[in-house]
């Protein structure tokens, strides 16, 4: 009498699709490493080609970036995301104080944090260079079919909700 498959039958085939899917995500996580660097270059290549990276540097652009989608950040806080010394970061945010893009505030609560804001100038300049950018990209995948086009955006948004989700779990 025949109740199924061999238990270790089924056990093996379980394995055999853990060790699809992880070979598969790590084939996955080598493409995003090769991947995003290169994407990152060619922005900074279009931000010099235009003359924006003269006008302001790749990290003080993902300072303003950082400060639009978090307001009020400490230069602690903005430090870790640039991934340099708070001196460093402070340094940088100096020159955007200088030129109005962003603006210092004292908090009451904690005397020596500062809270940083962008300025209208500055959520104005931010607005300018991504749209810039935005155009230049776009430029580049006009080669592509709109079905090509709509699978990058589909893997983006997959990659883009795995990374917010892992990070949400981080703290």
């Given at each position: 009498?025949?109740?199924?498959?061999?238990?270790?039958?089924?056990?093996?085939?379980?394995?055999?699709?853990?060790?699809?899917?992880?070979?598969?995500?790590?084939?996955?996580?080598?493409?995003?490493?090769?991947?995003?660097?290169?994407?990152?270059?060619?922005?900074?290549?279009?931000?010099?080609?235009?003359?924006?990276?003269?006008?302001?540097?790749?990290?003080?652009?993902?300072?303003?970036?950082?400060?639009?989608?978090?307001?009020?950040?400490?230069?602690?806080?903005?430090?870790?995301?640039?991934?340099?010394?708070?001196?460093?970061?402070?340094?940088?945010?100096?020159?955007?104080?200088?030129?109005?893009?962003?603006?210092?505030?004292?908090?009451?609560?904690?005397?020596?944090?500062?809270?940083?804001?962008?300025?209208?100038?500055?959520?104005?300049?931010?607005?300018?260079?991504?749209?810039?950018?935005?155009a230049y990209i776009a430029d580049s995948l006009?080669?592509?079919?709109?079905?090509?086009?709509?699978?990058?955006?589909?893997?983006?948004?997959?990659?883009?909700q795995v990374f917010e989700e892992s990070l949400?779990?981080?703290?």
């Amino acid at each position: 009498m025949a109740i199924g498959p061999v238990f270790g039958e089924n056990n093996h085939q379980m394995g055999s699709k853990k060790s699809a899917r992880k070979k598969a995500s790590e084939q996955c996580a080598a493409k995003v490493m090769e991947t995003v660097p290169l994407v990152m270059r060619f922005i900074r290549a279009d931000m010099r080609a235009r003359g924006s990276y003269e006008e302001m540097s790749v990290p003080q652009f993902r300072t303003l970036a950082f400060l639009d989608r978090n307001p009020g950040a400490s230069v602690s806080e903005l430090a870790e995301h640039l991934g340099v010394t708070r001196a460093t970061a402070s340094a940088n945010t100096e020159r955007l104080v200088q030129r109005s893009f962003v603006h210092r505030c004292d908090r009451p609560e904690e005397r020596r944090r500062v809270a940083l804001k962008l300025t209208e100038a500055g959520k104005q300049h931010l607005q300018q260079i991504r749209a810039q950018t935005r155009a230049y990209i776009a430029d580049s995948l006009n080669s592509l079919t709109e079905e090509q086009i709509a699978l990058i955006e589909e893997g983006l948004i997959l990659l883009q909700q795995v990374f917010e989700e892992s990070l949400d779990l981080m703290g």
